[in-house]
């Protein structure tokens, strides 16, 4: 069986993945518009009649923009917990409130979408509540992270176990205090609720790389605040002092905000 992962978009104006096999796929959140949503999967080669869920982190705009259309006017089942899909319907950014599409999980309990096994685990954020997504299909384990406040125990046993990993990496700590954004703005960043450094990342990735660890994707990069060349090297360069090697050891990636990712193959 064929994987096949893409990133249409990831950053704070919208965030949106797939990850699917030659049958079928599911979006790892939905915060961009749904005309771009098809025509990058057009654009890719992905039928969207393919999609058969959609999994979402939590409840901000730029996680959430479009569930509501894929879920009501495209019968796409939508998959978060309880605490999440209340504030996806209490969202002013959601026209379309969610009632028939609507799938409860709990946190930490796996459940089944065809071949994909599915956990999802707490990650802490300033947001209604905020889940990661581990899917283990065929031998691969791919973990999603993204908006990371700080890495507790339970995030880091989840990213711990993965093949494939996409983790934050928001801000350089640099940019972020000397760049022009308000005190309370920089403090909600850079506190235990709100997102990953790259320094943070970088050290996390430095302590607890394994040779089962295949691929790491760096996502939801700050468009003020950091840069993906910038967010790159720092891992680049962390992972090096512990003599692992980028693009011998470990493949890595900055996803760009705005613009799609290749589709990145597995078998």
């Known amino acids: 069986m064929k994987l096949f992962f893409l990133s249409l978009a990831s950053g704070s104006s919208g965030n949106c993945y797939y990850l699917g096999t030659s049958d079928y796929g599911v979006l790892v959140d939905a915060g961009i518009g749904i005309r771009t949503i098809r025509k990058v999967l057009k654009d890719k080669g992905i039928d969207f009649n393919k999609i058969v869920a959609v999994l979402v982190?939590?409840?901000h705009a730029d996680h959430i923009?479009?569930?509501?259309?894929?879920?009501?006017?495209?019968?796409?089942?939508?998959?978060?917990?309880?605490?999440v899909h209340r504030g996806i319907n209490k969202s002013r950014y959601v026209e379309e409130k969610l009632v028939g599409s609507r799938r409860i999980?709990?946190?930490e309990s796996p459940f089944q979408i065809r071949d994909f096994r599915i956990t999802a685990f707490p990650v802490p954020h300033d947001s209604t509540e905020n889940v990661g997504y581990m899917i283990e299909c065929g031998g691969h384990v791919f973990t999603f992270a993204t908006d990371v406040g700080h890495i507790t125990e339970t995030v880091c046993h989840y990213m711990s176990l993965a093949n494939h990993l996409v983790i934050e990496a928001n801000y350089d700590e640099e940019m972020l205090r000397n760049g022009a954004y308000p005190a309370f703005l920089k403090e909600r960043i850079a506190s235990p609720k709100g997102h990953l450094s790259n320094r943070e990342t970088a050290e996390f990735l430095a302590a607890h790389y394994t040779p089962e660890l295949k691929d790491i994707w760096l996502c939801h990069l700050s468009r003020d605040n950091n840069h993906p060349e910038l967010a790159y090297k720092t891992v680049e360069i962390r992972l090096f002092d512990e003599g692992i090697r980028v693009g011998k050891d470990v493949s890595l990636h900055a996803l760009k905000r705005t613009t799609p990712s290749e589709i990145f193959t597995f078998e």
Not at 65 to 83: D, M, Q, R, W
Request: charged share 25%; net charge negative; hydrophobic share 30%.
């Open 105 to 107: 999980i709990e946190k």
């Open 57 to 59: 982190t939590h409840d």
């Open 65 to 83: 923009k479009t569930v509501g259309c894929l879920g009501e006017s495209f019968h796409i089942p939508v998959y978060t917990t309880e605490a």
